[in-house]
């Protein structure tokens, strides 16, 4: 069995959830909204997911530094350190890099140098950091047997929806006990159920090795539909989940040597991490990395790579098709969320408006109706994909009236 | 010429504007909102169209009285006692009659009776009564040749769009001189352009008399396309406007003629007009009165109708078609108030939000989208007519979901 204090849970919560306009906003993107009028956000359902695997103290969340307050309020428990704040969008891998020097050095601090006084956080949630950085070792003098470098760290993003969420937690336990045994990245691969060109999907080979755990042959880009048909039908391929398994040492090694242009630039700051200063280095020298995905830079150069097809009600909510998907629908295939919608003639809509209020639609099939903090959208669901260019339109200046 | 202070106007303003849902809602129809962003209610621009003509003080407004408070902030200048208010919605008949009855009231006490000081209204706005009731004469004594009861009155909607406001006031005027000298109801009627079946139709004798006053030959209910086709070709229909002149002598007498059922009632508190004891009265006898329209009543029994073929741009403002037909659009035939839409693959839409609010708008055509206080309407600009059977529905109780 785990050791239940050596999980952590790495949650990437800093989208600005563009393809949701207007329900999701810059100011208040996805993560921390209440889809399914359930009473938790996004964010809030991710975090419960793992309590009851990962100690609350062990679970960081990367955003950017304007949703910190957010998160604070929504998850009272977790301490200010504990929120890392990217000072610019650089994509997955900066990220989660970032995360992982954290960990590593609070990993560090308790393996090394550091009195039980010294760690964590003070009373007001900052970092204590401490003043003995001199006892912490040299990242190639890390002796990696110690108890407390046995970090095994789950990687997911902030505004997924899982449904069969004990399966979740069995699976991701199973995936725990394979990369603390194996210098292993393991990624958890959905079975798919329909011909989606939404996600990305992932090749496997079957059999090589059972225990339901299998290494990757490739991961490929979202493809055509005529092209996902064929992934459906081949029974190799896998959606792939963004749900990355790893121990610590096994993913500080891939970063330095498959993405040493992300992990020379922390290795400068190696020895702030954890400390009071962690914040002042990050915010000088983050931005300078590489605009790089997880995806790009370690999983598909990694010659280690699991993954683990699993199946427990999973969806990106990507999309508002996703989204769709997902709801109850009236008998004309009409979903209508957070509000009370009348439809006439209509068939296939999904309505989604502010709490509480009313709508009549009539005479539209297969439209997104959402309507959120004075802003409307209207459009065909089939049409979603142009929602982020048509947002982006929006904040530019407008044509003069005689262009 | 007109003696300017025998001119007199009742604006009628008790339409819960439902077909405007939801921009209009019954708590603030669509007489209070300025429809086309100047700043304006349809309701300010009505009294305004008559300040040049008719004083200030000769102005009667007949409304619910939920909505007195609306409009005594709207026209600060009228007083509480010139908003007359219907304690239940019987149609415009008697409606008709309440103002009648009023401001014949206020015409005996000018000219029997009452000392100047007894007249009019007290210092806060309501009516002063007085205490010469005996003074007045009964109806059948009346002597309509008194200078004081030579009153032209014009009925006018509070909720219509007028674009020559000019043209408006000199074709008044025209009625005012004609009703004066004869004893004639006279109505306006619109030269129409369209085969619009949104309108009743007036059918009038060319020629026989000229002056460009014609007697009336039929009123028409709304017809159907190809009958509305066949009144445009044929020259001989008008629009019926729903603007009345008249004067007080002769539509007194035609509800007693023409309308006994109405009239009677007005007739049993004839005294109590004018006076402190009219509310009361109305209270009481108002709901007594049967729903009847003024057309129904009135301008299809007369034998001494006449009509004013006229062409002021005129709109009753009925539908958001109407309104559609009326506003500025780009060049795909999309029409945008109050708010920011940016359209894509969209034409022939009307979008009307809350002030300050931006839609995107994509793959619709000819659709009302409209959203105000919470309320949401997305619809065929075709199937207008039942916006209002859906608002109601909307307040029953709704089915539960396994009907």
Redesign the interface.
Known sequence: MNQINNNYCVIMAGGIGSRF??YSRESKPKQFLDFFGTGKSLLQMTIDRFRPIVPIENVFVVTNVSYKQHILEQVPDLKEGQILCEPARRNTAPCIAYATAHIRALCLQRAYGYTKEEQGYTKDGKLKGGSSESHLPNYTDIDWSKPEMQANIVVAASDHLILEEDKFRQTILKAFNFISKNKAIATLGMQPTRPETGYGYIQYLKGTKDEGIYPVKTFTEKPNLEMAKVFLESGDFLWNSGIFIWNLQTISEAFRYLLPEVADRFREGELLMGTDKEEAFIEQMFPKCPNISIDYGIMEKADNVFVIPSSFGWSDLGTWGSLYELSEKDQKGNVSLHS?A?F?EAKGNIVV??H?????????DD?I?A?QD???????KA?EQ??KQ??E??SSP?PSKEE
């Open positions: 306009w207007p009370e009348h006439h408006l502010e509480g209020k009313k709508a009549i639609v009539q005479g539209v439209m109706i309507e004075g802003a409307l959208l209207v459009c065909k049409e142009r929602i048509w947002v339109n929006l407008l």
